[in-house]
């Protein structure tokens, strides 16, 4: 990935793998969604509160390439492809040491507020995210 916005290294979980030994295909999107909060959390946005909303996926896609093992160190890398009226578009890869592409995709996810309603991005919001 060219320039990606965000960078976040972990580990590989042992209970994130299944019976082959690899972690298992949905886990992908537990790593992403870490470093989709660290990220936000680095720049002062909500991640969620029941107060005031957050910022559930409405699309989700992946491509896998390689498998990840328990021990595997990863690196996340995010970047913000689109920013709409109240959604936000994610690619993101997940590399391995090696700086193999193991999966790479993309996420869309939309700012509600308490009630679960779409809420436009504030001008603060967009200006943070750099869209």
């Keep these: 990935m060219d320039a990606p916005l965000h960078r976040h290294s972990c580990e590989v979980a042992f209970g994130d793998t299944d019976a082959s030994g690899w972690m298992h295909f949905p886990n992908v999107f537990r790593y992403v969604e870490e470093a989709e909060h660290a990220f936000l959390k680095s720049r002062g946005l909500l991640v969620f509160d029941r ?3 957050g910022w559930p996926r409405v699309h989700v896609s992946c491509d896998y390439k390689r498998p990840l093992v328990t021990g ?3 690196e996340v890398l995010l970047q913000i ?3 709409g009226t109240s959604s936000v578009t994610w690619n993101f890869e997940i590399v391995n040491a090696g ?3 193991a999966a790479s995709g993309s996420m869309t996810t939309v ?7 779409p ?5 603060n919001e967009r ?3 750099g869209g």
Excluded at 111 to 117: D, S, Y
């Design 51 to 53: 107060a005031e909303g």
């Design 72 to 74: 595997d160190c990863i």
């Design 81 to 83: 492809t689109r920013t």
């Design 99 to 101: 700086g193999e592409t």
């Design 111 to 117: 700012r509600v507020n308490h009630e679960g309603k």
């Design 119 to 123: 809420q436009p991005l504030s001008e």
């Design 127 to 129: 200006g943070t995210l």
